[in-house]
């Protein structure tokens, strides 16, 4: 049994307490002193204290007072009774403490005050003092309080039951709504802290492999084109003018370089037709071999800006460097923007694969392996340019995936043969032969001065 009275604070016996910690006094006198004391302390009938022990030293030591409202209860074990007081009663929910903040927040006074730091108004509980008087830090309160405004019911229950922090709840509440129900759904099943605490990285993984997804069914719903593909015969120095590309429009550039050093000096024009087709941020990917790589990396560095380089790896046969007693089995390729690069998806930066495609060009990459990289930094529609075609297997995997190629190569007759590739592609595509291919309208184009007659031998 209880009851409520004021009682002289002289008379309080406090005896030994179990709590040491005891806080902020000096705040906590602050908030009593401007909005009263909202919760009375407790005694027993001889008035030994049981509860309240730092609103009593508040009263007494800092605001002075003589008397103070407290509950009696008739209650013989103290010991006992403060454990109850302090561990066994049942918290307020997170969502709960929002509330109770915000009703303070909306009280006013008035009088001068000693910060106008965080108030909005001239009247009003500012949020400081506000999270001060209910007990807890401004960036959880802000954090809380986005959940319980954005998140749904079972986000907002998970904090409560503090199955997530409210800050991790606070970056879910910025998802989708679908988003945060897997989120919850992860969380209902993970059965130690750990998980728990990385629902976020789980969280990323999901919309990494939702993005996958619909890049992937963007792939198979672009429309293909026999004519998204262009192929000339000319230098690269030539090819912005004869194919028409207009500064600033290419996303992506992925050719593969002579690796010999003669080729060293056509670097810096390479550099400076990626710099003026290139959009800003778009990105240049091209394989440069090992021989001299350093001059390589100078040349670029003066018209691009390097991100990183990666490793295609090979099996079966490698090639001996005997003077430099190096048996080599990869090919380095580089990543440059134009400028800062945007956002691009998660990329391993070694590629390896098992077959060896050299139908069409004697250093002819795997369509897979270029189809891979296509795939980590263009998206469907996107312009993608191989300015050293040699055997089109840019341009064929840009068809297969949906995206526009511009390619050239100043060999006419690997031009001739790009065009037949080409077709083989769209004849696969179309789930047509060869032959029927040149009955549907708008087959690729072959430009009208190569005719396979004109080879040479």
Not at 60 to 80: F, Q
Not at 183 to 195: D, I, P, R, Y
Request: with cysteine; hydrophobic share 35%; proline share 3%.
């Amino acid at each position: 049994m209880s009851n409520t009275t004021t009682i002289s604070i002289n008379d309080i016996q406090i005896g030994d307490r179990f709590r040491k910690d005891l806080g902020d006094i000096e705040g906590l006198a602050q908030s009593i002193s401007d909005d009263g004391l909202l919760q009375a302390i407790g005694v027993t009938p001889d008035k030994r204290l049981v509860f309240g022990l730092r609103r009593l030293l508040a009263c007494r030591d800092h605001l002075g007072w003589g008397e103070i409202p407290a509950v009696v209860i008739d209650i013989e074990n103290l010991t006992h009774a403060e454990w109850i007081e302090n561990t066994i009663r049942k918290d307020l929910t997170l969502s709960e403490m929002v509330a109770i903040t915000d009703t303070l927040r909306s009280f006013t006074r008035g009088g001068d005050r000693r910060s106008d730091q965080y108030r909005k108004n001239g009247s009003g509980v500012t949020k400081k003092e506000a999270c001060e008087i209910a007990g807890w830090k401004m960036d959880k309160y802000d954090d809380a309080k986005k959940v319980v405004e954005n998140a749904i019911d079972e986000l907002v229950g998970a904090m409560d039951k503090g199955e997530v922090s409210p800050h991790a709840a606070a970056q879910l509440a910025d998802e989708p709504k679908d988003i945060q129900k897997e989120a919850v759904k992860k969380l209902g099943g993970a059965k130690t802290a750990a998980e728990r605490r990385g629902i976020l990285k789980t969280v990323r993984r999901i919309k990494n492999n939702r993005k996958l997804a619909e890049r992937r069914q963007a792939e198979v719903e672009a429309p293909k084109k026999s004519d998204s593909v262009r192929l000339f015969h000319c230098s690269f120095q030539q090819l912005q003018e004869i194919a028409d590309l207009k500064s600033e429009s290419v996303q992506c550039i992925l050719t593969d370089i002579p690796y010999d050093g003669g080729w060293i000096d056509q670097i810096v024009h390479l550099a400076q037709f990626a710099a003026e087709v290139l959009v800003e941020g778009g990105v240049f990917i091209c394989y440069v071999g090992q021989h001299k790589l350093n001059e390589k990396l100078r040349a670029f560095d003066e018209h691009l800006t390097y991100q990183w380089m990666g490793t295609s790896k090979w099996v079966g046969e490698c090639n001996p460097i005997h003077s430099l007693k190096v048996v080599s089995n990869s090919i380095p390729f580089v990543v440059y923007t134009k400028g800062k690069r945007k956002e691009w998806a998660k990329w391993i930066d070694t590629l390896e694969f098992d077959v060896k495609e050299k139908d069409y060009h004697p250093w002819q990459r795997p369509q897979e392996e270029i189809e891979t990289l296509l795939r980590n930094f263009t998206k469907p529609g996107d312009l993608v340019v191989d300015p050293c075609g040699g055997g089109f297997t840019t341009a064929a995997a840009c068809m297969k995936l949906g995206r526009e190629c511009v390619s050239c190569d100043y060999k006419k007759e690997n031009v001739v043969v790009g065009h037949e590739r080409m077709d083989d592609v769209w004849a696969e595509l179309a789930g047509e032969t060869t032959e029927q291919l040149d009955q549907l309208d708008g087959t690729v184009p072959i430009d009208a001065d190569i005719k396979l007659s004109e080879v040479a031998a």
